[in-house]
């Protein structure tokens, strides 16, 4: 399983905007020069947008429920972005705990057991991140818990302690509804 941030998997930190430059100049009293917005890390695309952070996914991770909305709005497809750690939006809103927005990009189509570059499911995050909430709502949307990652675990496996009796009568519902 891919290592743990407080600010996700595959979140690049961005090259600071020329504005963020001349008010940290401004504050300071330096004389420096700024670089210009076009100037790249090597990071972005042609385009200027990170190759692994898409407008979307940055408004799951920060909780932003208006533009995740908006970027919905804008771009109905964007719900179908796989960042380059092959993390759909489901991975990014079970990570970041973001219980509505997981349902809601799930019920718009995402696959509630797509594996991202590490083979983990979207329940493997919110399994190693304690969320009890977006486990619920995986559950209910027929996520399989029982799927082992690349490194053979499952989301039991890399489960807080306080999930885990949850996410065990989460197996065990599931296994009633798939024995039916």
Known sequence: MPARTSRGVGRRARPATST???AVETETETE???ETDAESDGD???DGSSTSQTELFGAIEDGDHDAFERALREDAACVKDVNSNGWTAAHQAAYSGE??????????GVDVNARCADGCLAAHYAS?????????VL????SEFETKDKDG?????VCTRGVRELLADL???ARKRNAK
């Open 44 to 46: 972005d695309d042609d």
């Open 20 to 22: 963020m430059r001349r």
């Open 171 to 173: 197996i065990v519902e």
């Open 139 to 142: 559950g209910e949307l027929g």
């Open 99 to 108: 219980h509505k927005m997981l349902r809601r990009v799930l019920e718009l």
């Open 153 to 157: 675990e499952s989301p039991l496996d």
């Open 32 to 34: 420096t020069e700024t």
């Open 128 to 136: 190693a991140q304690g969320e009890k909430k977006c486990l619920q």
